[in-house]
């Protein structure tokens, strides 16, 4: 079944962003139409194409790498607020 995505799936096959076309099983197509979640699309993916997989890109296709931003620890992570209490005597 193919489908126009209303909402944000999120899960372990992967992630469908709202608007985005993806074809899935009949079963999990009915149940997303019924919740709200997404609606039929009336196009039909063109023969000879490779299957949508749930992310929607061709199962052939590798992920593409995700740029991540590096963020340096603060100078000082925590700060002491209020009276310090004596440590306790050992032995």
């Avoid at 944000?8 to 139409?33: F, K, N």
């Avoid at 061709?58 to 340096?72: D, N």
Wanted: no cysteine.
């Amino acid at each position: 079944m193919r489908l126009t995505m209303k909402t944000l799936s999120a899960g372990p096959a992967g992630t469908i962003q709202p608007g985005q076309t993806v074809d899935v099983p009949d079963e999990e197509g009915r149940a997303l139409v019924r919740g709200g979640y997404a609606v039929e699309s009336a196009t039909v993916s063109p023969p000879g194409l490779p299957a949508s997989s749930k992310a929607g890109r061709p199962a052939s296709e590798p992920q593409k790498e995700i740029e991540t931003a590096a963020v340096e620890a603060p100078a000082k992570a925590t700060t002491r607020t209020g009276r310090v209490r004596p440590r306790r005597a050992e032995g």
